[in-house]
């Protein structure tokens, strides 16, 4: 593996609103509890080096969406750090943190929201280069038809508007933006979830492709795990703010080390096991404001020991190249076998 491009140390992200003058006079006087707190990540270590593509999987709720954003630069975090080639982004000069934040850009999941209604294509794509003197604004009309060829559409219908296309060419217009000022790092959050299956694989190859050709660093947000083991050099597997399991995509998928990485992959569908009855993770995932103590997976889990609801497992290599949080995660290994010629459906609902 390379030298990291970003890297995220004991990242937390906590989410809390100020209350007004009369909330606080109430606090003040007993008559009211303090607004709760969301602890959306919690103590979060993650690597990426450049030219890989990073899967981070887990249910909704789980921190992926916040940990893209943190990592994106969107918002900074409540403790810890994140480097940028090395380097906390917090001590990066004027020129240096402009030059990460043009490198590492975010595709959201919702292109018609991401988008600008108001603004012709050209426009939406052509702004921010121009912007940053990237781009002469006498070469943007040949800068503009470039990346929308690039990405698989007409470089005719750049004078249209959002509305005049269709949920995946405005996605294609999202990943056109993104790609206008040149950068290392994509932050992918959902960015197909929203789409039809048969576009969805359209995008995928698109992914897939655009990192041959540019050489991107890609962190690709999913819930779908047949999505994530596609795309992904390296899976990262979170739950409720934690880093759980880490490890390359076909040693995670061969045999999972922590249990809530085995129960998300016995939900995945396969072609060889059409009449076996499918039964998602037992129970609800913990609110974020009051999350249970030691491992937060301990309320759902069918392992669980006193021990899990004491202790917080520390995110360990437990074998080379892969690492999990899990007190029983050798235990774990020993009794996962692998089933032999079982490959998931790439469904990307």
């Known amino acids: 593996m390379s030298a990291p491009l970003i890297r995220a140390v004991d990242v937390s992200k906590r989410f809390a609103r100020t209350p007004d003058l009369a909330e606080r006079t109430a606090i003040a006087m007993g008559a009211m509890k303090p607004p709760a707190t969301v602890h959306?990540?919690?103590g979060v270590n993650l690597t990426v080096a450049k030219g890989e593509v990073v899967g981070l999987a887990g249910e909704s709720g789980c921190g992926k969406s916040t940990l893209g954003r943190v990592l994106a630069g969107l918002m900074p975090p409540s403790d810890g750090r994140v480097e940028w080639m090395g380097k906390s982004i917090t001590q990066l000069s004027q020129a240096e943190t402009r030059r990460m934040r043009l490198?590492?850009?975010?595709?959201?999941?919702d292109p018609m929201s991401s988008l600008n209604p108001r603004l012709r294509v050209q426009d939406i794509i052509g702004e921010a280069p121009v912007f940053h003197g990237l781009v002469k604004r006498?070469?943007?009309?040949?800068?503009?038809?470039?990346?929308l060829q690039l990405v698989g559409l007409d470089p005719d219908h750049a004078s249209r508007y959002p509305h005049q296309f269709s949920g995946g060419q405005r996605q294609r217009i999202g990943i056109a933006r993104a790609l206008a000022v040149n950068p290392d790092l994509l932050i992918c959050d959902e960015s197909i979830a929203a789409l039809d299956v048969s576009i969805q694989a359209q995008m995928l190859n698109l992914f897939m492709r655009l990192r041959r050709e540019l050489d991107l660093t890609i962190v690709f947000i999913s819930h779908d795990l047949s999505v994530i083991r596609h795309i992904s050099d390296r899976v990262v597997v979170m739950y409720l703010g934690r880093v759980v399991e880490q490890a390359e995509t076909e040693i995670l998928f061969g045999a999972p080390a922590h249990p809530y990485t085995r129960a998300l992959l016995d939900e995945v569908a396969h072609i060889d096991r059409r009449r076996r009855r499918f039964a998602p993770v037992e129970g609800e995932i913990p609110s974020p404001v009051a999350p249970p103590p030691g491992c937060h997976f301990n309320p759902r889990c069918r392992r669980a020991q006193p021990r899990c609801a004491a202790e917080v497992p520390a995110l360990r290599e437990i074998a080379a190249g892969r690492r999990a949080a899990c007190h029983f995660a050798e235990d774990q290994l020993k009794e996962t076998v692998?089933?032999?010629?079982?490959e998931p459906c790439v469904s990307t609902s």
Request: charged letters at 30%; zero cysteines; hydrophobic letters at 40%.
């Open 40 to 42: 959306a990540l919690d």
């Open 103 to 109: 490198a590492t850009q975010i595709i959201f999941q």
């Open 138 to 147: 006498r070469h943007l009309r040949d800068r503009v038809a470039e990346l």
């Open 338 to 342: 692998p089933e032999q010629g079982e």
